[in-house]
């Protein structure tokens, strides 16, 4: 057998028994996903082509992740949240903003603009991690719940503005040039929409007959909107993902998608967090960084949160407990530090 697919099978295997293990242990998988690939980083084991194809691999999987995002998403539970989660959701991005960008600009050495956007970057919080805890514990639907995931998907609308006027801040920032950007992506969306919502949706209802096919389906509109996105239109190619899932979100059949396309996400997610530890374990990683990134996030994240959740008017228990389920960086966070590693907006370093 080739020694390239050998490497692959390898790395998925101990990225699966690893993720098995910490389960096991009442801890997230994601957590022994990464381990193991810190650990494959120090054994020097992946070579350098296997570690494209890896890297590849994850970007599918983030790729996959936001197009699941956006055929979940409820943008009528958008009309339907509460002051309360409006006031949260703005006080608590305000404030971290300026806590992060202050950090930025006086730790980091960024400007102004940059800073934002990477302190915007933080503010996220998992929508996955806290979904899953949730119904974990069977809160989805309890009011400390409700207010959660109203903030994660106001979260998730601002992380996908984000990521559109990401590629219009390199280096030669031009107000002009977001402009265009803004027009590619309406017609994107109307495009994707008005042919995913009826031609699609109708094929579905008159062609479609199995879940595999609708699946499969599925899966090739995905793929051509990513691609539509990329080469004509110059998004990127988690804009084009997110775009593909929201335009099949009201269509037949697609919790049935959602259902099956779970299960070749976790595939790929399994890689992207692999490669996450395995870049780590290649070393150059800044631990002083590292020490005090984890207490910004997770610290000030809760005591920001809580602090709002109290003037807002929640009790005691639901402030704390809200501000437990922000303390994370979502899957949006790692896309948005790639992107603008990719525009040079800061180090590997900090990615890391």
């Known amino acids: 057998m080739d020694s390239f697919l050998v490497e692959l099978i390898v790395v998925f295997v101990v990225a699966v028994l690893t993720g098995i293990a910490f389960r096991f242990c009442g801890l997230p998988s994601i957590i022994g996903h990464v381990l193991a690939g810190l650990i494959l980083g120090l054994s020097g084991f992946i ?3 296997s570690a494209q194809v890896l890297n590849s691999l994850g ?46 600009v006086f730790a980091l050495g960024f400007s102004w603009l940059t800073a934002v956007l ?3 970057s933080l503010t996220f919080s998992s929508t996955i991690v806290v979904v899953k805890v949730l119904s974990e514990k069977k809160e989805l639907t309890s009011y400390t719940g409700r207010l959660s ?3 994660l998907l106001l979260q998730d609308i601002l992380a996908i503005a984000v990521l559109v006027f990401l590629p219009g801040l390199g280096s030669n920032f031009d107000i002009s040039n977001l402009g265009i950007l803004v027009l590619k992506l309406v017609g994107v969306f109307l495009l994707t929409n008005v042919v995913g919502q009826y031609l699609i949706s109708l094929l579905m209802k008159t062609v479609i007959r199995t879940a ?13 909107v990513t691609y539509v996105s990329v080469a004509i239109f110059g ?23 959602v259902s099956k396309v779970k299960i070749l996400r976790d595939v790929f997610v399994t890689m992207f ?31 920001v949160t809580h602090m709002v959740a109290r003037i807002v008017g929640l009790n005691g228990r639901t402030a704390i407990l809200v501000g437990l389920n922000m303390t994370q960086v979502s899957e949006f966070s790692l896309v948005v530090m790639s992107a603008g590693l990719a525009l040079s907006l800061w180090s590997a370093d900090l990615v890391r």
């Open 212 to 224: 595999e096919d609708l699946v499969l389906f599925s899966l090739a509109w995905f793929a051509v």
């Open 235 to 257: 998004l990127t190619p988690e804009i084009g993902g997110l775009l593909a899932g929201l335009s099949l979100s009201s269509s037949w059949g697609h919790f049935q998608i």
């Open 273 to 303: 967090f692999v490669f996450l530890g395995f870049e780590v374990g290649l070393g150059g990683v800044d631990w002083t960084l590292v020490a005090v990134f984890i207490p910004l996030i997770v610290v000030v994240k809760f005591l």
């Open 118 to 120: 990477f302190a915007v």
């Open 47 to 49: 070579s350098a082509p």
């Open 149 to 151: 995931l109203g903030i």
């Open 59 to 104: 970007t599918i999987g983030v790729t996959l992740l936001l197009f699941l995002v956006g055929l979940e998403m409820d943008w009528k539970g958008v009309k339907k949240v509460g002051r309360e989660v409006v006031l949260l959701f703005f006080g608590q991005t305000f404030l971290l903003m300026a806590a992060y960008s202050v950090l930025g």
